[in-house]
């Protein structure tokens, strides 16, 4: 059973950088046609696709925010990472990672609320 787990601060103050971790178990972020994702939902909206991380390493971002992040891993720990640089309020949603086997999202973190505030 794979279990992703995202981890970081609640709590972001405007113009800074918004850093999430996603601890995975029961299966390598190393494992073939798999794909890692970073996904929100601001409040009263629905789920954003913000980027992906893959198996081998490479990425892709929504456009509309490739310029303010970031997707890496850290293979020996099995962990891949978003940073979101000089966020607003309107950064303020409930962050996901989850796993993407080539045709849909088959596992989630349980979700973890970041508010951006000063």
């Known amino acids: 059973q794979v279990q992703l787990q995202e981890s970081g601060p609640g709590l972001v103050k405007p113009s800074q950088t918004l850093s999430l971790t996603c601890t995975v178990s029961?299966?390598?972020?190393?494992?073939?046609?798999?794909?890692w994702s970073w996904i929100r939902q601001p409040p009263g909206k629905g789920l954003e696709w913000m980027g992906v991380?893959?198996?081998?390493?490479?990425?892709y971002y929504r456009p509309s925010l490739k310029s303010r992040t970031s997707i890496s891993r850290d293979t020996s720990k099995n962990q891949f990472s978003l940073q979101l640089s000089s966020v607003t309020p309107e950064d303020t949603a409930v962050y996901y990672c989850?796993?993407?086997?080539?045709?849909?999202?088959?596992?989630w973190g349980q979700g973890t609320q970041v508010t951006v505030s000063s």
């Open positions: 029961g299966g390598s972020i190393t494992t073939s046609s798999y794909a």
């Open positions: 989850a796993r993407w086997d080539s045709a849909f999202y088959d596992y």
């Open positions: 991380i893959a198996y081998d390493g490479s990425t």
